[in-house]
T-cell receptor, first 113, second 115 residues
Framework: GESVGLHLPTLSVQEGDNSIINCAYS??????FIWYKQESGKGPQFIID?????DKRQGQRVTVLLNKTVKHLSLQIAATQPGDSAVYFC????????????FGKGTLLTVNP | DAGVIQSPRHEVTEMGQEVTLRCKPI?????LFWYRQTMMRGLELLIY????????DSGMPEDRFSAKMPNASFSTLKIQPSEPRDSAVYFC?????????????FGPGTRLTVT
């Protein structure tokens, strides 16, 4: 029978273009956010994180933007490469003694050479 | 740094059998997390430990699932009896949890198939 699974948002870009992956979060109390990259057959890998007292943070080829007003997070990847093809997850934490990360559904990024 | 170590990497078992998944966290990390990932439900937190103590097991599906952390360098996730719907990739992650970061470091996962 037909299986029903998560319908991951997908983004397809050309090599060398910039990519923007978006994430909406639900908990207005969340004060820590993190992006992970998961390649096929591997565990999620840390990309970059940001606290709620910031609205932008830059890493190597990546930038995370946080808009607390509309509870929106984005990951920008500059000069996207084929090796960037993966599923990207955002996650949030509400702070205090709660160490849990709540993960989003993920976005599949495909980079075309 | 060896990272988080999980074993076995692949497990195929028959319905009704007991399955034990193992995890060695990164040395010095004080929190450990067990996740399950499926196409249907995505990445789900099952349980997490802080300083070897279970803190939140609200994600454990049912009594067939149990997890232990007898010391800071070892944890197990046990399924007894296993069912086909338990087929998934199970990840273990550890975290140093500091005041500025809740970053979790994931292991390579155990792919479980229950027939």
């Amino acid at each position: 029978g037909e299986s029903v699974g998560l319908h991951l948002p997908t983004l397809s870009v050309q090599e060398g273009d910039n990519s923007i992956i978006n994430c909406a979060y639900s908990n207005s109390a969340s004060d820590y956010f993190i992006w992970y990259k998961q390649e096929s057959g591997k565990g999620p890998q840390f990309i970059i994180d940001i606290r709620s007292n910031m609205d932008k943070r830059q890493g190597q080829r990546v930038t995370v933007l946080l808009n607390k007003t509309v509870k929106h997070l984005s990951l920008q990847i500059a000069a996207t490469q084929p090796g960037d093809s993966a599923v990207y997850f955002c996650a949030e934490n509400s702070g205090g003694s709660n160490y849990k990360l709540t993960f989003g559904k993920g976005t599949l990024l495909t980079v075309n050479p | 740094d060896a990272g988080v170590i999980q074993s076995p990497r692949h497990e195929v078992t028959e319905m009704g059998q007991e399955v034990t998944l193992r995890c060695k966290p990164i040395s010095g990390h004080n929190s450990l997390f067990w996740y399950r990932q499926t196409m249907m439900r995505g990445l789900e937190l099952l349980i997490y430990f802080n300083n070897n103590v279970p803190i939140d097991d609200s994600g454990m599906p049912e009594d067939r699932f149990s997890a232990k952390m007898p010391n800071a360098s070892f944890s197990t996730l046990k399924i007894q009896p296993s069912e086909p719907r338990d087929s998934a990739v199970y990840f273990c992650a550890s975290s140093p949890v500091t005041s500025s970061s809740y970053e979790q470091y994931f292991g390579p996962g155990t792919r479980l198939t229950v027939t």
